[in-house]
């Protein structure tokens, strides 16, 4: 991977690469990226800003994260100005609430986990991300992080076009499937004009505001087990919920241990499960085991499309809470397992099974100080605006993060009380030598393993720069041999993957493709290198 951050790209982008010294901030929307940017010039440090941006972004993108959702981080702490530090990783996903149980599902007519109503929520974690990050590693008042977030939801601000869109989307999936009171209030708060907000439009949302400053005062303490809490309590209750005030006073955020993989002569840092985290791991594992290539190698593309396929199928058969995993993450990305998947792959796209190794809808930022410090941060209500449920005069959407548990009592995602799913949400990050290269992540459900993958490669294989990698046209698997594909793909590329047996589908929306961010740090000038999600109304702002 070059460490010149050259500006150069191959491909068509409306993004210049951006510099900075002192401070940068890469979000998906440019009202929470000058957020973050305002915190870092009133002294707080790439934590404080992250918590800043997230916040906002509950705000200016709901349809992507909501106060409801859960949260994951990778904090770099930098112990000197040459890029040597420690990572440390936060896991404030939530669990299954004590009386969501497999019969009560059953009971209530669903052979599946559904998408919508009270049945897939789960408890929340980001209030609690928010609050623990500043406990730990905050420079300025917690109180203060959320003030541009509360002012953003009472003042109102305009909405962006790519929002704008997928507000307009969620709109019309939830008339079509919302019914009762339990969702009522999502129309309320989301449509109060009786449609979906336009581009451009003005949105408020005062029960948002209220609730922030309630989470502000308090260090999140009223949403665990205070007023808040008894609001979610009352609700759920009165409108056949499962999600109770206990379930909430119970819940604390985990501080975890990253692991990681060698590519080359880079270390790939991910959340541990129940993250999936580890399918991007076990597919670069995979694949180091082949020369880099070019990235217009049809055999190297077809490589990358085996590794991920490989991948996925083991990652949705094991990963889920690590002590209800029958593989280990040390037997998954073990030397001898991986070259027997990396076997696998021929000439001929293949139909991926889970192996047995041996015994033994979101927002992504990226924030970096003048210290060194920086973060990966990832939060989200999992697909769109989550669940659809809303508690009345709150704001809060409640994510439908219950969705991905199995009701197969022999997997080892099936649900049970109290137990995390297998998350889709991952942030990432990059260290060469123990040093820090920096936070990137790509955010978009099951797209988001495949995303690191790509930004990897395009970073440390393709030599790319951070906007460069980001601009590259991708992939994702979609199942069995289908591959979507991005218009702007190689033609011989995709006629290549075709004759290999690959079932090549041209994608007419860009916005399942992910949307990332990458900043990376020079650890010789100390200068920070940006690049933001050209598929989105993402910007970058630096001190």
Known sequence: MPTSFSATTPYASQRSLTYARHGMVAASQPQASQVGRDILAQGGNAVDAAIATAAALTVVEPTGCGIGGDAFALVWIASDDVGNGHLHGLNASGTAPAALTPEAVAAAGHTEMPLHGWTPVTVPGTPSAWAELSRRFGKLDFASLLAPAIRLAREGFPVSPVIASLWQRDEATFRRHLEGEATQAWFEIFTPAGRAPRAGEWHRCADQAATLERIAET????????????????????????????????????????????????????????GQGLVALMALRILEGFEPGHRDDPEVLHRQLEAMK??????????????????????????????????????????????????????????????????????????????????????????????????????????????????????????????????????????????????????????????????????????????????????????????????????????????????????????????????????????
Do not use: C
Not at 219 to 238: H, M, P
Not at 261 to 273: C, G, H, M, S
Not at 351 to 379: H, K, R
Not at 424 to 433: C, D, E, K
């Open 219 to 274: 260090a999140a303490e009223s949403f665990y087990r205070g007023e808040l809490a008894e609001r979610i309590d009352e609700f759920s209750r009165r409108t056949g919920g499962y999600l109770r005030a206990e379930d909430l006073a119970n819940y604390r955020p985990e501080w975890v241990s990253p692991i990681s993989a060698r590519y080359r002569d880079v270390d790939v840092w991910e959340i541990p499960p129940n």
């Open 310 to 543: 490989l991948a996925f199928a083991d990652g949705q058969a094991y990963i889920t809470q690590p002590e209800h995993m029958s593989q280990s993450v040390d037997a998954l990305l073990s030397d001898a397992y991986t070259e027997s998947r990396r076997r696998l792959i021929g000439d001929r796209a293949l139909t991926p099974e889970p192996g047995t190794p041996p015994a033994g809808g979101t927002v992504y930022l990226a924030t970096a100080d003048a210290d060194g410090n920086m973060v990966s941060y990832i939060q989200s209500n999992y697909h769109g605006f989550g669940s659809g449920v809303v508690v009345p005069g709150t704001g809060i959407a409640l994510q439908n993060r219950g969705h991905d548990f199995s009701l197969d009592p022999n997997h080892d995602n099936f649900l049970a009380p109290g137990k995390k799913t297998y998350h889709t949400i991952i942030p990432g990050f990059l260290t060469r030598g123990g040093k820090a290269l920096g936070p990137f992540g790509v955010m978009g459900g099951y797209m988001q393993p495949q995303g690191h993958v790509q930004v990897v490669m395009n970073l440390v294989d393709f030599g790319l720069n951070a906007q460069a990698a980001l601009d590259a046209p991708r992939w994702q698997w979609l199942g069995d041999r289908r591959i979507g594909i991005e218009r702007g793909y190689p033609a011989h590329l995709v006629r290549a993957m075709a004759e290999r047996g690959h079932d090549m589908r041209i994608a007419h929306d860009e916005r399942s493709f992910g949307r990332g961010q990458v900043i990376l740090r020079d650890p010789d000038s100390g200068i920070y290198s940006g690049g933001t999600e050209p598929r989105t109304d993402a910007s970058i702002a630096v001190l």
